[in-house]
């Protein structure tokens, strides 16, 4: 499937919600994908891209800038806190904010620097215990506590459970952001994106449907 073709999906899904036009970010995740393929999309004009690994997007990202202007990089894996200085340098939104210490960490280096990427709250929706974020019953607690630590958060993100229906979860991150003032959801991958839309997602991470299957590393 083509970046066009993704493009065009996202557009009907919009249109089918009611939502406005342009509405909804399409996070092309190129997280294992070679370069070549990368360059593939770079060259059709799309600027947004996630990566999972802090170490991989320093090894790929500051050549690309080298060539085109505008790239706006999404952070959307764990994120160790010993990575967390190299990922505010690198990344313009961190998708993967799931841990107090995790925090502090960012509100420290925000002083230290002035500045700090948009930031996402991870929420572990579906409660699993292999899988990182904020569980739903904490989720309000922790974002006053992040806004108290002046950290510029701009919404939540999840990952749904593989076997359940997803729009249950985009349902219910949807109504944690409401109530906490928060516009950002990011939500939707390439199996379930239009699900997503339809629930009021406003940045989706789309990889293997644009680039094809990752290669392993």
């Not at 970046?3 to 919600?17: F, G, K, M, S, Y």
């Not at 997280?31 to 802090?54: M, T, W």
């Amino acid at each position: 499937m083509s970046l066009a073709e993704i493009q065009n999906r996202i557009a009907r899904a919009e249109t089918a919600a009611g939502r406005a036009p342009g509405s909804v970010k399409l996070i092309a995740v190129s997280k294992v994908q070679p370069d070549e393929r990368v360059e593939a999309v770079l060259e059709q004009g799309h600027r947004i891209f996630g990566e999972n690994r802090v170490q991989e997007a320093a090894g790929k990202w500051p050549r690309f800038r080298e060539r085109y202007d505008g790239i706006e990089l999404h952070l959307i894996g764990p994120l160790q806190t010993n990575k967390a200085r190299q990922a505010m340098e690198l990344a313009q939104a961190i998708h993967s904010l799931d841990r107090p210490k995790l925090a502090r960490t960012l509100a420290r280096l925000a002083q230290e620097t002035g500045a700090c990427p948009d930031l996402f709250i991870q929420v572990n929706t579906g409660e699993e215990e292999q899988k990182a974020g904020i569980l739903p019953a904490e989720a309000d607690a922790f974002v006053e506590e992040c806004r108290g630590l002046d950290l510029p958060v701009r919404g939540l993100m999840c990952i749904p459970p593989v076997d359940e229906e997803p729009s249950l979860h985009f349902a219910l991150l949807a109504k944690i952001a409401a109530r906490n003032g928060l516009d950002g959801l990011s939500m939707g991958m390439s199996g379930d994106f239009e699900r997503a839309i339809a629930q009021g997602a406003t940045h989706v991470r789309v990889g293997s449907a644009i680039f094809g299957e990752r290669e392993t590393v």
